[in-house]
């Protein structure tokens, strides 16, 4: 089965969307998601930056917020600003790396963005993560105690560190093949990629 | 009849496959688009930047070229890596907003585009100018000559102020009633906007 990669950081606005509608939308042109959390900050950082882009670019920001709102009415999506931005998904991002392919990570990755742009729940929170795992049918501590573990956690800095080695430079990124498409706003043209244009 | 406004720079990448489609993609929607060119430099410097962000942002810059010319092959559009970025706007500019709301204005941006983006031509020199003006079936020399009167260089200066007083801070943009919409691939959503959501 032909496959995309959906490269996300819990704490990027544009990654909730995404996420939100990918699933579908490549289930119904038959193609594979595979789920890549990542994290953004070591990215930005290498970069040059030392807060998000959007706080540090003002305009940019701005539009990003209003755009966020128009973009989730469109799309018939819950959204609310979160009070504090950008939040810490590196809990949440520990535990979809260390189950990225299990058939429960979208219900948990949707669970969490859910968390951060609608409920306005602080994601560092292992009470709020561990709601979550309960959403998606799995049992908190025991997920949360693996997560923790030190291979759980280089297995996300080994993510981090391709994703970056790969050109990521923001969130989020859609792969096919060796090609990357950045912004929910490209999903599409990754499909579209995927089948007229692949080798 | 309804409008988009069409927000554009000579010398921005993404400004090129947008003007190649706008028009094309509006009148099939029934809407009726307005070319508004003005010069993104000034409102860059207002951010800090002292050169392109795609020069600044080595990692952004790579991706871009890569889209563009990804972008532009599933559009059917020639495309060549302009050996000088970004190139130099100005007199192009002038000339576009001097005349923006003239039956030929399309045709002579378009040519500008092609010169740039295609050809790889220098568009600051007036002589590459002259040939798209030609190319629209206009004068050279006369048009140039009303481009650089102070009352053109004037309106383009307003021009560009008031792309920076709606907020703009990248081009191109769309903007649909008071909202904008920043990118060659947010044309759909805006006439999305108008359709389903403008009041």
Redesign the interface.
């Known amino acids: 089965m032909r496959a995309i990669e959906f490269w996300f950081e819990f704490g990027s606005p544009y990654s909730y969307p995404a996420a939100a509608r990918a699933g579908a939308v490549c289930a119904a042109a038959g193609v594979e998601l595979r789920w890549r959390p990542f994290l953004l900050g070591p990215l930005l950082r290498a970069?040059g930056y030392t807060d998000s882009p959007f706080n540090f670019?003002q305009?940019?920001g701005?539009?990003m917020w209003?755009?966020l709102e128009?973009?989730c009415?469109?799309l018939g999506l819950p959204w609310q600003r979160p009070s504090v931005f950008p939040r810490n998904g590196l809990l949440a991002a520990r535990v979809a790396c260390r189950f990225q392919d299990t058939p429960w990570l979208p219900a948990f990755a949707t669970a969490v963005f859910r968390a951060n742009f609608v409920d306005d729940h602080d994601i560092a929170d292992p009470a709020v993560i561990g709601a979550c795992l309960r959403e998606a049918g799995q049992d908190p501590q025991t997920l949360i105690d693996v997560a923790q573990h030190p291979d759980a956690k280089r297995q996300l800095r080994d993510q981090t560190e391709r994703a970056r080695s790969l050109?990521?430079?923001?969130a989020p990124n859609f792969r096919v093949g060796d090609?990357?498409?950045?912004?929910n706003?490209?999903l599409e043209?990754a499909l579209?990629?995927l089948e007229?244009?692949a080798p």
């Open positions: 970069q670019y305009l940019k701005r539009y209003r755009d128009r973009s009415a469109l050109g990521m430079f923001g090609e990357l498409f950045w912004g706003d490209r043209q579209q990629w007229h244009a």
